[in-house]
């Protein structure tokens, strides 16, 4: 029945609860509250709940969810019970494993289990002592005192977790213990285990003295108690061994002593969010490697009770109920009492009450207090030792008399936002205060309300955060406690504001290229803050418009641009924000603008280039498609080339050489064609000249001089020049060239040389080039005057007589200037110095004697060549002296001296002397041995420039017709003195530290003897480098050293010398510094003594201004001048500070301070100085704190009594504590100043703070000032925490978050905000919506899909807004909107196309770019190769390069853009051409002999063109170039050969890039057997050549008659069988040609032999055998000679009509071209060519190969596999024909200038 009763109750209170707190249990779960179970008290969060949850007391924060405690009156009982949030409202479920014991008590009951989200039962099967252990060592208890069966309480809807639990008793979770499985059971909830575990916790604190909230750790396991290692252990480690005890967090982590037994734990590390220890990670049970010194240690702070009821119970009573953590109640026996504070203030003036018991929760009526009175209680745990801190307040109102409506209620506007109340109130005063609540109205847009409570003394008060122009119902109530009057009433509206949200939906729609729909809807309700009067609509390239519809069309834009639009609302009050940009592009128009920059180019006579730049893009008005050219010749029509892309280039072709061309160029889009720009014109380059000038001729006129003459040169194209090359050389390796103007038709060549063969061509020039030269014609020029001199000019004098012989060698032949038998020689000679002058036409001798000349006499010989012209130059003069006799030394040689020192001589005439010519004067001094040496005519010299005061020798010589005579004796003279020149030397210092012995050499350059020395000497100092006072001592005598007196020690002095003589003074010596030694230093310049504490002084002095030195060391001695006191010391020191330690509290000192130098120790300079005394012994008084804001508190303080300061105050440190937190946090901070004021910065807002202030000086911290209490104010909440983002959609962004760490106030709201942060082109896109208090989730939607948005979230309370919350994220991404709008070849070359692309817009891409794909290949071709290019900027304009293509060849391209979501489509198809490239060389070159000097070349264009083809040039073996060829005549003649002459040709091709390969080929001329210098008539020597021509024609012509009339007889028989039986085609039946090699013809081969060219063996055994003296009779349309170009060779053939077969007939053994080949062979090729003649006229050739094993070519490009048929079957009988035509006329007309 007991059971029975109890459910009954608990039903009807569970419908009491649903009934009366409909609110609260709205998504909540309500169970009975455990009150002492141990999950609950994990961490505690002191806040009352709302008053619409209609719950009273306070909510616990456990580890896994949020649990309500409420109380319910039922009656007169109070029933616990705990309210939980559902799944629905957000549970955050326990993990799995997780205990509870489902009882009231904290250590039994019956065991839960959670799992899967719900608790379960435990099955007693096999449970057992261990298995109730670990149950209770994860529930935080020391073990188990028993387990049992409750068969009195059955739960019915629980699931059984687990049966046939197996622990072994050292796991630490049950769900560690081996079991079933979950759920896996075969019990009944009658078989439930219940457990009771022992009345003591887990974790312990030991050996901490007299505190017991500290002390060594010790864990209970398996009984007994273990110690923890202080490895890794931290503060936040502490904080849940504290906690898990129920006390406050830890302060710090100590040590208190090694312990004894095992260590439990090791490295343990927590998160902080644990129950229990064993909860953290650690290294293992038992698993360590410490020792017990390492033992860790926490010091706690005390529990702190909570108030868990506080109720007025009358006008003068508050009943207050409190209790402290559950883990007290369990074998704790600390507390000993608690101390109830209470007041009218929160910051002070508290009231206590102390009550003594143990008990761990208690209640206490608090009587004596004042009716309708707020009161606040706070209430503290103490112990033996201290006292705890104190609880959070907790305000009541004690009970009044009955309440009133207030009177006189008025509300006035002040501005959008606010409206300021007033009233009055007339009453009994027991109103504790009034509340005010406001509403909008029904009438109003939107719907807002919100209740404010204030004081009872308050009459008024200002209403902010309202919404702009909404009309607002205000009601103002009297409180008294839970009381409230009845209301008064009033309406107000607020003004309006600016709208402050952004029109929404704004959409733009391009309607055409230059106009925009722009649409939109209005803002929300919320934020229109008035009525909406208007829209603006503004961006970038438009004035911005006005409307009052939510529409507007914006007219007059550009074309195909790109822009981005915003809409803000207006009202009354101004414009509201505007909205994020859309971005929209207008429709492409026709181009505006045409290309700039346009430059023709020419290239060649048939090439032009032509180049421009592309429009600016604003112009081009959409996607450009291509460029469209106009071109044509001035004067004619245009044509129009449309280029087929976007490249600003383009090449024309095939021009004509020498023609005007214009162009002009204009841009096509999608649209159309846009105007064409200016017209440029460019005139293509001349041709090669193709022929030498007619009519040269060249003529000697002098003997230096040649003209040259020629006809008239006709070209199409103007001519720029003649080049005429001559040499004397006829081959030409060294040669003059000249160019002249090409409207001369002579030329005159100077400065030839005379009687010298000149050879000369002449060749016609023009722009493009050279053309060939003429035939080489040879001139020689006439005699002239001989211009070289006779060699080896030698001359040898006679012994004994006045004789000179003369040889020489003739002058080089080149300078004869005439035959050398015309050559004579004429002689010139003289005496040296006479002007008279003999000559000797001496003839052709090169030997000639000269006699009679005079004796000791010199002359001057010179030879010239002369001939019929004149006297050449002569040689270079040849000297010799006849014989001759010595004269004797000159007499009575005399020496003046001078000064400056110069000596004048004289002497007389030697003896026996004559004719003499001059003297010799030889003089020096006797120190040297280098004499000098001087002539003259005269017999008086005078010698200038001698040394000074030096000895000079002087001798004297006669020189008669250049023989030098006999010298004089020597005369010495010594000249006079002059001032000294040098300076004194090796100048040197001895010092002292105030002195200088200088001693130094005399100089060298004396001039004189020294009388003394001048020394100056001066100061250097270390700020100049000189010193302006200069010290000079004359120093008289002989002497070499002196010394300096008085000179400042360790100073440096600079010093220099002169040498003084009778004459002057001499220049000073290079200046030589030398430093003073070290002295005793000078007195310190200052000393300070300083009290630094009690015991110590610090001393403090500066350098001596005199150191003398450098100072090693002072030395500090001190003395007190008390004589009550004995105290004195010396010591050194090395700085210029020092504290002397150790001395007396309160006693002066003289201090005195010498500086040491190594030369001794200076004076002393001495102070005083006083020690301090002790610490402070008083507090600083009056503290007082004034509420600056949210975050700093202003201090004021007067400093303690001067007799309780003990020395200088020099900062003071203050001690505060947040006392309206859970755990207290006390900081302690140093002002750094003795300043009596001081704010806190950095502080909690809405925080309560305890502070004290103590005096500070430089011995320590005097005792705390009285302590006070003061409560920052409030401020805009913090950011909200855990903001999450998930991309849901491409366009859509899940926003999540939690509520803000700290609120500050009342929440109101929240402001979302999104921004673009990539791509960049949308990084000014943003949006922020406010959302309402009530949902921690939002939903951003029409975004850009695949672009990265910062989001910030930011709460809103009644201050204002927090900062925000921000995280990043991208919406997902899909593949790219568009392709690659302008796709332009940028660049290009032989092999690739560089390929420019422009980004696409930002809103297109849907994601970061990756690659772009280009697509390409052969534009005729069905190939296609895909490249990949990784994006480096999606932003700018790239550039990407196909490479591996082929030279000038056209390629299609077409690009898609690829991202992490899929490629584009391709943009369209365009086409590039590649840049030409050098051709490779030309095939099949083949070289025919037509006759002895002329020779064809033929050949084939190169197999790898790489563009077009524009010449080709010839040249001969060296390189030189003998002519060019156009590209469409492959043939080539060189003329003017000589026959039997081996020679060898090259040609290669040139295109734009340049020249190809060089193909050689090499031939051999034949005999000339019809020329007119082989005929017997033309050989004599000039004897009647023309008779003898007359008769030989008179025989000859009867019998050529005669031979004709045979012939053509003899030869129509032969063709009328021939034609019979050759008459038909050539088909598979027709028979080969066979080869006879005996007799050289060929003859047919019989029928059934047509698999001729098959057999092996037979075409082994046919060859062509080629004779020079087989020489065909030419006849017409007899035999013709024709060129196959594609297969190299040259072939002989017949024209008869019928069907007749013809072999090529080669005459000649030399080596025979191979094709392209450059190497040689000297046998004819392995192959013939057949002609085959058809009935219908129409001529064939086949190619045939002799496929020789031997002696075959594999390099050969001809060679064919063996066995093959003929190769090849082709019609060009049209092509030979007209070759055969050409070369037959030109033999006809070579054969009747013969005859």
């Known amino acids: 029945m007991k059971v029975f009763g109890s459910f009954v109750v608990l039903v009807a209170i569970t419908i009491v609860v649903s009934l009366r707190f409909s609110e609260a249990a709205s998504g909540y779960e309500c169970h009975t509250c455990y009150k002492n179970a141990p999950y609950v008290y994990y961490q505690r969060v002191a806040t009352t709940l709302s008053t619409n949850t209609r719950c009273f007391g306070f909510f616990r924060c456990t580890r896994y969810y949020t649990e309500y405690r409420i109380e319910l009156h039922t009656g007169n009982r109070l029933t616990p019970y705990c309210c939980r949030k559902t799944k629905s409202a957000g549970l955050i479920d326990?993990?799995?494993?997780?205990?509870?014991?489902?009882?009231?008590?904290?250590?039994?009951?019956?065991?839960?289990?959670?799992?899967?989200?719900?608790?379960?039962?435990?099955?007693?099967?096999?449970?057992?002592q261990s298995d109730a252990n670990v149950a209770c060592y994860q529930l935080g208890f020391t073990g188990s005192?028993?387990?049992?069966?409750?068969?009195?309480?059955?739960?019915?809807?629980?699931?059984?977790?687990?049966?046939?639990?197996?622990?072994?008793?050292?796991?630490?979770k049950l769900t560690s213990c081996g079991h079933s499985g979950w759920g896996i059971h075969n019990c009944q909830h009658s078989e439930d285990v219940s457990i009771s575990c022992n009345n003591q916790l887990q974790v312990r604190l030991t050996n901490g003295g007299?505190?017991?909230?500290?002390?060594?750790?010790?864990?209970?396991?398996?009984?007994?108690?273990?110690t923890i290692c202080d490895d890794s252990f931290t503060i936040v480690d502490a904080n849940v061994v504290c906690n898990q005890l129920g006390y406050g967090n830890a302060t710090r982590v100590s040590f208190f002593g090694a312990g004894t037994g095992s260590i439990v734990f090791d490295d343990v590390g927590c998160v902080g969010n644990e129950v229990f220890l064993h909860d953290c990670s650690h290294a293992g049970l038992h698993t360590h490697n410490c020792q017990h010194s390492e033992d860790v240690g926490v010091v706690c702070n005390g529990p702190t009770p909570k108030i868990t009821n506080a109720t007025a119970s009358s006008q003068f009573s508050v009943t207050l109920q409190w209790e402290l953590p559950w883990q007290l109640s369990i074998g704790s026996s600390i507390v000993r009492g608690y101390r109830i504070q209470y007041s009218t203030s929160q910051v002070g003036g508290f009231n206590t009450v102390s009550l003594s018991t143990t008990q761990t929760s208690y209640q206490r009526t608090i009587t004596g207090l004042s009716g309708s009175t707020r009161y606040y209680f706070r209430v503290s745990m103490y112990t033996v030792s201290k006292d705890g801190p104190y609880s959070a307040l907790t305000a009541v109102t004690t009970k009044g008399c009955a309440l009133s409506a207030p009177t006189n209620l008025r509300g006035t506007t002040l501005n959008s936002n606010s409206i300021s109340v007033t009233w009055a109130y007339n009453s009994c005063g027991s109103q504790s205060g009034f509340g005010l609540t406001y509403a909008a109205t029904s009438s109003s847009r939107i719907s807002h309300q919100g209740q404010i409570n204030v004081g009872g003394s308050v009459r008024s008060y200002t209403l902010t955060g309202l919404e702009e122009g909404v009309n607002y119902q205000i009601t103002v109530t009297a409180i008294s406690g839970d009381s409230n009057g009845p209301a008064a009433t009033i309406y107000q509206t607020t003004r309006d504001a600016a709208p402050s949200a952004p029109p929404q939906n704004v959409r733009a729609t391009a309607v055409s290229s230059t106009s925009i729909t722009v649409s939109w809807s209005a803002p929300d309700v919320r934020h229109q803050n008035g009525i909406i009067t208007g829209y603006t609509v503004s961006g970038a390239g438009f004035t911005p418009t006005i409307t009052t519809s939510t529409s507007v069309t914006l007219s007059g834009l550009s074309p195909y641009q790109v822009y981005r639009i915003r809409v803000a609302a207006r009202n009354s009050a101004g414009t509201g924000p505007l909205s994020s940009y859309v971005t929209v592009t207008t429709y492409q128009a026709v181009p505006s603008s045409p290309p700039t920059g346009l430059i023709a180019k020419t290239i060649s006579p048939y090439n032009i280039h032509l180049q421009w730049s592309a429009p600016a893009s604003s112009s081009i008005n959409g996607v450009p498609v291509e460029y469209v050219i106009a071109y044509g010749k001035t004067g004619q029509g245009l044509i129009s080339l449309h280029t087929g892309g976007t490249g600003t280039r383009h090449d024309f072709s095939r021009l004509q050489a020498c023609s005007e061309m214009r162009f002009r160029v204009a841009i096509k889009n999608s649209i159309g064609t846009g105007p064409f720009s200016s017209f440029t014109t460019a005139t293509t380059h001349s041709e090669l000249p193709t022929s030498a000038p007619s009519g040269f001729t060249v003529t000697a006129q002098t003997a230096t001089t040649v003209r040259v003459a020629w006809s008239a040169f006709a070209s199409s194209c103007p001519l720029t020049s003649f080049k005429l090359a001559y040499s004397n050389d006829y081959r030409f390796r060294s040669f003059t060239q000249s160019t002249i103007s090409p409207s001369n038709h002579d030329f005159t060549a100077s400065g030839l040389k005379p009687y010298t063969v000149y050879y000369f061509k002449l060749a016609a020039v023009n722009i493009n080039g050279t053309g060939p030269f003429t035939a080489m014609k040879n001139v020689r020029t006439f005699t002239a005057v001989p211009t070289g001199v006779p060699q080896s000019v030698h001359l040898s004098a006679d012994v004994t007589l006045p004789t000179v012989t003369i040889s020489w060698l003739a002058p080089p032949s080149d300078t004869l200037n005439s035959p050398p038998s015309n050559i004579q020689y004429r002689l010139q000679y003289n005496i040296l110095?006479?002007?008279?002058?003999?000559?000797?036409?001496?003839?052709?001798?090169?030997?000639y004697v000269v006699s009679n000349l005079h004796y000791n006499s010199v002359y001057q010989f010179r030879v010239a060549a002369t001939n019929s012209n004149g006297t050449g130059p002569y040689s270079p003069r040849r000297v010799i002296q006849t014989v001759s006799q010595e004269c004797s030394p000159p007499r009575d040689i005399q020496a003046t001296l001078g000064c400056p020192p110069s000596v004048i001589l004289t002497w007389n005439v030697p003896e026996d002397c004559s004719d003499i010519t001059g003297y010799n004067i030889t003089y020096g001094t006797i120190e040297t041995d280098s004499p000098s040496i001087i002539e003259s005519q005269q017999r008086r010299v005078t010698i200038d420039n001698l040394d000074p005061f030096a000895t000079y020798y002087f001798r004297v010589t006669a020189v008669h017709h250049g023989i030098l005579g006999t010298y004089s004796s020597d005369v010495f003279k010594k000249t006079c003195s002059t001032k000294p020149t040098g300076a004194p030397s090796n100048i040197k210092g001895t010092m002292t530290s105030t002195s200088i012995t200088v001693s130094w050499n005399a100089p060298k350059r004396a001039n004189g003897l020294i009388t003394g020395y001048n020394l100056k000497f001066r100061k250097q100092t270390s700020r100049q480098r000189r010193d302006s006072k200069i010290t000079t001592v004359s120093i008289g005598g002989h002497v070499t050293n002196y010394t300096i007196q008085d000179l400042d020690p360790y100073t440096t002095y600079c010093i220099q010398m002169s040498a003084v003589n009778i004459n002057g003074t001499g220049p000073f010596s290079t200046e030589t510094c030398y430093q003073t030694l070290q002295g005793v230093p000078g007195v310190p310049a200052s000393?300070?003594?300083?009290?630094?504490?009690?015991?110590?002084?610090?001393?403090?002095w500066s350098a001596p201004t005199l150191p003398n030195g450098v100072i090693v060391h002072y030395l500090v001695s001190y003395v007190s001048t008390n004589s009550g006191v004995q105290h004195q010391g010396e010591l050194s020191k090395d700085g210029l500070s020092q504290i002397l330690n150790g001395l007396h509290e309160g006693i002066e000192y003289s201090v005195e301070v010498r500086a040491v130098t190594t030369a001794g120790t200076g004076e002393a300079i001495t102070s005083t100085g006083r020690t301090f005394t002790a610490v402070p012994t008083a507090a600083p008084q009056n503290l007082t704190a004034k509420v600056l804001g949210p975050y700093n508190l202003s201090l004021s303080w007067q400093p303690p009594q001067f007799v309780d300061q003990n020395g200088v105050i020099t900062n003071y440190v203050i001690n505060y504590t947040t006392t309206q937190v859970e755990t207290e946090t006390t900081t302690e901070i140093t002002t750094g100043e003795a300043y009596h004021s001081f704010v806190l910065e950095n502080l909690k807002p809405f925080t309560a703070y305890t502070i004290k202030v103590a005096a500070q000086n430089i011995n320590g911290t005097g005792p705390y000032s009285v302590t006070i209490e003061v409560k920052t104010a409030a401020t805009v909440p913090s950011a909200p925490t855990n903001l999450v983002l998930s991309s849901t959609l491409p366009t859509n962004i899940l926003v999540t978050w939690e509520v803000p760490a700290s609120p500050n106030g009342m929440l109101q709201g929240y402001r979302i905000e999104h921004i673009v942060t990539s791509p960049t082109e949308l990084v000014s896109e943003s949006e922020s919506v406010i959302i309402t208090i009530n949902t921690t989730s939002y939903t951003l939607s029409g975004l850009h899909e695949g672009t990265k948005y910062r989001v910030n979230v930011s709460a809103i309370n009644e201050i204002g807004e927090g900062a925000p919350a921000t995280n990043h994220t991208t919406t997902r991404p899909t593949r790219p909107g568009a392709s690659p709008l302008n796709v332009t070849v940028v660049d290009k070359g032989t092999t690739y196309i560089d390929l420019g692309i422009e980004p696409i817009p930002a809103h297109l891409r849907n994601g970061p770019l990756i690659h772009y794909i280009v697509q390409y290949g052969l534009n005729r071709g069905n190939k296609e190769s895909t490249d990949k290019f990784e994006v480096e900027d999606e932003t700018v304009r790239m550039v990407i390069r196909i490479e591996g293509l082929k030279p000038y060849t056209e390629y299609f391209y077409q690009v898609a853009?690829?991202?992490?979501?899929?490629?584009?489509?391709?943009?369209?198809?365009?086409?590039?051409?590649?840049n030409q490239e050098a051709p490779s060389g030309v095939v099949n070159l083949t070289a025919l002999t037509i006759n002895a000097t002329l020779v064809v070349l033929a050949w084939g264009p190169p197999e790898q063109p790489n563009g077009d083809i524009i010449y080709y040039e010839i040249t001969d073996g060296k390189g030189l170039s003998l002519g060019n060829s156009s590209s469409e005549e492959l043939t080539f003649e060189i003329l003017d050969l000589s026959p039997l002459t081996l020679y060898r040709f090259g040609v290669r091709a040139y295109n734009l890039a340049g020249s190809g390969k060089t193909e050689f080929i090499s031939v051999k001329t034949p005999a000339d057997l019809g020329s007119a210098k082989n005929d017997p008539l033309t050989q004599g020597e000039g004897q009647f050549p023309f008779l003898a021509a007359l008769i030989g024609v008179g025989i000859a012509l009867p019998i050529l008659i005669a031979i004709c009339i045979i012939g053509v007889v003899v030869f129509c028989c032969f063709r009328y069988f021939r034609l019979r039986k050759l008459s038909k085609p050539i088909s598979e039946n027709t028979p080969y040609p066979q080869f006879d090699n005996s007799s050289g013809i060929y003859e047919e081969i019989p029928g059934g032999q047509q698999d001729y060219f098959e057999d092996q063996s037979a075409r082994k055994e046919k060859e062509i055998e080629a004779t020079a003296n087989l020489e065909p009779s030419i006849q017409e349309n007899d035999y013709y000679i024709s060129t196959t170009l594609e297969s190299g060779y040259a072939r002989l053939g017949t024209t008869c009509e019928g069907g007749e077969y013809a072999v090529p007939i080669i005459n000649d053994p030399s080596p025979f071209p191979m094709g392209g080949d450059t190497h040689e062979r000297s046998e004819p090729p392995d192959y013939a060519n057949i002609i085959q003649t058809t009935e219908n006229g129409v001529h064939y050739s086949v190619s045939l190969e002799n496929d020789t094993e031997q002696g075959s070519d594999t390099t050969n490009p001809y060679d064919t596999p063996k066995g093959n048929k003929p190769v090849s079957l082709q019609d060009d009988s049209d092509h030979y024909e007209g070759i055969r035509r050409d070369y037959q006329l030109q033999a006809d007309e070579e054969r009747e200038s013969v005859a």
Not at 215 to 224: D, H, P, Q, W
Not at 1087 to 1098: F, G, P, Q
């Open 94 to 128: 326990y993990p799995n494993g997780a205990l509870r014991l489902d009882s009231s008590s904290a250590t039994s009951g019956k065991l839960n289990v959670f799992y899967s989200g719900r608790w379960g039962t435990v099955c007693d099967d096999e449970f057992s």
């Open 145 to 172: 005192r028993s387990h049992y069966t409750n068969r009195s309480k059955i739960i019915v809807n629980a699931p059984i977790w687990l049966d046939d639990l197996n622990c072994e008793g050292n796991e630490l």
């Open 210 to 226: 007299s505190n017991p909230f500290q002390g060594r750790v010790l864990y209970y396991m398996k009984g007994a108690w273990s």
């Open 833 to 847: 110095g006479d002007s008279s002058i003999v000559y000797i036409n001496v003839g052709s001798v090169l030997t």
């Open 1087 to 1100: 000393i300070t003594v300083t009290a630094k504490s009690s015991t110590s002084l610090l001393i403090t």
């Open 1457 to 1474: 853009v690829e991202n992490v979501a899929g490629k584009s489509d391709y943009s369209d198809k365009k086409l590039a051409v590649t």
